[in-house]
């Protein structure tokens, strides 16, 4: 049979006796042949309890020793399934990233895959056992701990499946799948039963919080078929039916996908917008501004530069609203006086709202209803950035229901 990667989040693993449903259910896939690796989260609220106390000690906590201890989180999670599992008569065995090893850079905290080695691994799903290893965390080069950032259990399960070649990668979690929107902001929201990975990236850059951005950059570029699916069912559900269910990420190729226009709504409370006022308006203004962002490990999303005007122009940008007041810190420190800008202003209250969909490179007037929509509800647009397959806008943060639910309506994504 199939080798098969499951991933389960952190809800999935909250509690013991979840952690035995996560058994039965890998259980019944290794019973029907498949040889199973399995990478959970630390148990829901671990992690957030690990980093508080980090910061109860240290304010700003030192990366690598937070690494350390973030770590730990998954450790207990693959040692109690592997017990789980053993309790179920499974012989299971559990590794810790370093184990593996999963190889990363030394960006502590924000760490990123190099390799994976699966000599190991492949030894003991030879031998018939079900391979329980860590999520979110690896190995730098020195043989220090680092762990990939909040979600990144997610990048981590794709990537095992990416490097054994895996059939396919199921990441279970509290959700049944990828919905056009938010169903608790439109209950009229449809699970889509399959979105394209373009589309699936897109939607998790714009504020999904379904997947990690960087597990469906892995899924794309390795051609990781990949499925979204809940935990939350009776873990001795009938294989065939678990193993259609959900949503599938698939490729482009798949041109049923075509048939929708718009694939979805995403929308995104996580960004804060930073001008900068009165800049000359001169070639290398962008980098002088963004480069001293990008040494302090901030990533920016939207950039918008105004006309110039007598030789001046307003440079605005936005940032993940974590990272808000650092950013500011760096202009005020490092920019303002060396491009003799006139005002730093920031917003931290904005939202970004997006419409999602492959259709869109074979339809005119996408952009026109969205903006004809909002402006019907009285919302004005301050910033907008397109691509062939979604066009986002950055709105006061109050409206972001309502325009939710105004664009959900306006695409007709309540029908099937």
């Not at 693959?78 to 990363?104: C, E, I, N």
């Amino acid at each position: 049979m199939a080798l098969i990667v499951h991933k389960y989040g952190g809800t999935s693993m909250g509690s013991t006796e979840r952690i035995r449903n996560v058994a039965r259910r890998v259980a019944k896939w290794h019973a029907a042949g498949h040889q199973m690796v399995v990478v959970p989260s630390a148990m829901s609220g671990e992690t957030n309890r690990l980093i508080a106390l980090a910061k109860e000690i240290q304010p700003q906590p030192d990366g690598r020793e937070l690494d350390m201890i973030a770590a730990t989180g998954e450790q207990v999670s693959v040692g109690l399934l592997a017990m789980a599992l053993k309790a179920q008569g499974v012989d299971a065995v559990s590794y810790a990233g370093w184990q593996v090893p999963v190889r990363t850079d030394d960006a502590y905290t924000k760490a990123r895959i190099e390799s994976i080695d699966d000599t190991r691994v492949r030894v003991d799903l030879a031998a018939g056992k079900v391979v329980v290893i860590t999520g979110f965390q690896g190995v730098d080069a020195e043989g220090n701990i680092t762990t990939l950032g909040r979600g990144g259990s997610d990048t981590s399960a794709v990537a095992v499946a990416a490097a054994l070649r895996a059939e396919e990668c199921l990441i279970y979690t509290d959700v049944d799948g990828v919905y056009t929107t938010d169903p608790r902001i439109v209950p009229e929201a449809r699970r889509l039963p399959g979105i394209t990975f373009e589309e699936m990236l897109e939607m998790a850059s714009l504020g999904s919080k379904v997947l990690q951005i960087r597990s469906v950059e892995f899924a794309g570029k390795y051609k990781v078929k990949t499925r979204v699916l809940s935990s939350l069912t009776p873990p001795d559900i009938p294989l065939a039916e678990e193993a259609v269910s959900g949503t599938l990420i698939t490729f482009e190729e798949d041109k049923s996908m075509e048939q929708a226009v718009i694939s979805g709504i995403a929308f995104n409370r996580d960004e804060a917008k930073i001008t900068v006022l009165n800049v000359p308006d001169r070639p290398g203004i962008a980098y002088q501004i963004l480069g001293p962002v990008a040494d302090a490990n901030i990533d920016v999303d939207m950039i918008i530069q105004n006309t110039g005007n007598q030789g001046l122009t307003d440079f605005s940008f936005t940032v993940h609203r974590n990272e808000y007041q650092k950013a500011i810190e760096v202009l005020e420190g490092k920019v303002k006086s060396g491009i003799q800008a006139g005002a730093i202003q920031g917003d931290p209250k904005i939202a970004k709202v997006s419409v999602v969909g492959i259709g869109m490179r074979s339809h005119v007037g996408i952009a026109s209803l969205m903006f004809r929509t909002l402006s019907e509800e009285g919302i004005n647009i301050q910033m907008i950035s397109t691509s062939e397959i979604k066009i986002s806008v950055v709105i006061e943060d109050k409206y972001m229901e309502l325009a939710v639910r105004a664009l959900h309506k306006a695409f007709g994504l309540e029908q099937a």
